[in-house]
C-alpha cells in the first residue's frame, strides 16, 4: 500500500523558518520526481517545487525562489521542504506529491499524495 | 505563472455529463499535451484522475475523460453519481520542469 505522509507544519512569525518532511512507502521512491504542492486557505492549488530522481536538479515557482529549498534524502525514503523568510502569504496546507511512473515509463504527472500539513504565518 | 482559469462551480443531476473547462494561455496549456486532472474531496489527499490530456490511469472510470483544444482543456464526467462531488483542478506542464494549477472547480451532484 502506498503511503506518503507530511509533517512539520505549525503556527510561525513573518521571516521565521520551518522544514517540512515527507515519509513515503510502497513505491520505489528513488523512480519518481517528487513534488510539493501547496493550497492556501479558500484558494486552489498551487505547485511549489520539484526536485528530480536523483536531488540534481531543482525547480522552483517564482513566488518562492530563494526562500524556500527542496530536497530529498533516497536511502530515508524522504523529501524535505526548507521554508525561510516566512511571509503571511505562505500560509497553506503543503502537499507531497510524487511524479507518475508505469512500469514501462515515466509521465508528467502527479500520481500519489498526501494528506497534508498546514502551515500558519502570522503575528 | 499565471493560474489556470476553471469555472467556480458546476452541476449535474445522477446519471448526467457535465464538462469542467480549463483555460491557459499559449504557453502552457496550449503549448504542451502534459494536461492532468484531480479530484479532491476536502480534507483528503488528492486524486490522479488524467494525464497527457485524455489518458486514464490504472483504476480510474472511464467515466471520467479529458481533451483540448487549443489553450483550453476539458474533464467530462459522464454517469455522475454521488461520490463524483468534489472539487476538480487542471494542471498543465508550464515548460522547464514548472507546473501551474486551475483555480479549481467545485463539482455539486444535484
Known amino acids: 500500500e502506498v503511503q506518503v505522509v507530511e509533517s512539520g507544519g505549525g503556527l510561525v512569525q513573518p521571516g521565521d523558518s520551518l522544514r517540512l518532511s515527507c515519509v513515503a512507502s510502497?513505491?520505489?521512491?528513488?523512480?519518481?520526481?517528487m513534488r510539493w504542492v501547496r493550497q492556501a486557505p479558500g484558494k486552489g492549488l498551487e505547485w511549489v517545487a520539484n526536485i528530480k530522481q536523483d536531488g540534481s536538479e531543482k525547480y522552483y515557482v517564482d513566488s518562492v525562489k530563494g526562500r524556500f529549498t527542496i530536497s530529498r534524502d533516497n536511502a530515508k525514503n524522504s523529501l524535505y521542504l526548507q521554508m525561510d523568510n516566512l511571509r503571511a502569504e505562505d500560509t497553506a496546507v503543503y502537499y507531497c506529491a510524487t511524479g507518475y511512473c508505469t512500469s514501462d515509463a515515466c509521465y508528467y504527472g502527479f500520481e500519489y499524495w498526501g494528506q497534508g500539513t498546514l502551515v500558519t504565518v502570522s503575528s | 505563472q499565471s493560474a489556470l482559469t476553471q469555472p467556480r462551480s458546476v452541476s449535474g443531476s445522477p446519471g448526467q455529463s457535465v464538462t469542467i473547462s480549463c483555460t491557459g494561455t499559449s504557453s502552457d496549456v496550449g503549448a504542451y499535451n502534459y494536461v492532468s486532472w484531480y479530484q479532491h474531496h476536502p480534507g483528503k489527499a488528492p486524486k490522479f484522475m488524467i494525464y497527457?490530456?485524455?489518458k486514464r490511469p490504472s483504476g480510474v472510470p472511464d467515466r471520467f475523460s479529458g481533451s483540448k483544444s487549443g489553450n483550453t482543456a476539458s474533464l467530462t464526467v459522464s454517469g455522475l453519481q454521488s461520490e463524483d462531488e468534489a472539487d476538480y483542478y487542471c494542471c498543465s506542464y508550464a515548460g522547464t520542469y514548472t507546473w501551474v494549477f486551475g483555480g479549481g472547480t467545485k463539482l455539486t451532484v444535484l
Open positions: 497527457d490530456v485524455d
Open positions: 510502497g513505491f520505489t521512491f528513488n523512480r519518481y520526481w
